[in-house]
T-cell receptor, first 115, second 113 residues
Framework: DVKVTQSSRYLVKRTGEKVFLECVQD?????MFWYRQDPGLGLRLIYF???????EKGDIPEGYSVSREKKERFSLILESASTNQTSMYLC??????????????FGPGTRLTVL | DQQVKQNSPSLSVQEGRISILNCDYT??????FLWYKKYPAEGPTFLIS?????DKNEDGRFTVFLNKSAKHLSLHIVPSQPGDSAVYFC????????????FGTGTRLQVTL
């Protein structure tokens, strides 16, 4: 079974703090993704990576950066957290060329609150 | 610009009846569609998918229908069960875009006894 784990289930930070959200997958997947989920807005893609040290902006990259130094690990960084970044953050991974084309496997999510 | 839309934020259905969840998209380049199910405090899990070369795909109680001319897909759950109560997201993809998915806003399904 594919397993995607996220470092924290709940996180509370103060405005201006630097925040790191970590994601690890154990299935040797090439692609990794960071989304945020907000009521009425669904899942919106922040950044994704299709290889180590490669990254591409998603639909809402402003205020975020990412790091992928190892294939299994994808980090989301909030350089200076703001209250409008309070959200549920979801990490996902997928393989290229699987039978279930484009199927992404998600972690349990991190509920981040910025005060 | 919301390229994938789920216009019903919520739906309530009695146990044993059919649940129909709808999804519309605007980008004609999308050629693969997926449905995900999400319980509270969990990540979404893949449910069923359909390629644009088909108009129907069935998996047990779940069937997805695709109408390309209308840019519309729907998920049918028959019969609905209380454990189906969750938020359902449709998602769309284009071939050759590194498996990038565009998600809809979600529909919360409540199956009542």
């Amino acid at each position: 079974d594919v397993k995607v784990t996220q470092s924290s289930r709940y996180l509370v930070k103060r405005t201006g703090e630097k925040v790191f959200l970590e994601c690890v997958q154990d299935m040797d997947h090439e692609n990794m993704f960071w989304y945020r989920q907000d009521p009425g807005l669904g899942l919106r893609l922040i950044y994704f990576s299709y290889d180590v040290k490669m990254k591409e902006k998603g639909d809402i990259p402003e205020g975020y950066s990412v790091s992928r130094e190892k294939k299994e690990r994808f980090s989301l960084i909030l350089e200076s957290a703001s209250t409008n970044q309070t959200s549920m953050y979801l990490c996902a991974s997928s393989s290229i060329g699987t039978l279930s084309y484009n199927e992404q496997f998600f972690g349990p999510g991190t509920r981040l609150t910025v005060l | 610009d919301q390229q994938v839309k789920q216009n019903s934020p919520s739906l309530s259905v009695q146990e044993g009846r059919i649940s129909i969840l709808n999804c519309d998209y605007t980008n004609s380049m999308f050629d693969y569609f997926l449905w995900y199910k999400k319980y509270p405090a969990e990540g979404p899990t893949f449910l069923i998918s359909i390629s644009s070369i088909k108009d129907k795909n069935e998996d047990g109680r779940f069937t997805v229908f695709l109408n390309k001319s209308a840019k519309h897909l729907s998920l049918h759950i028959v019969p609905s069960q209380p454990g189906d109560s969750a938020v359902y997201f449709c998602a769309a993809a284009r071939t050759g875009t590194a498996s990038k998915l565009t998600f809809g806003t979600g529909t919360r399904l409540q199956v009542t006894l």
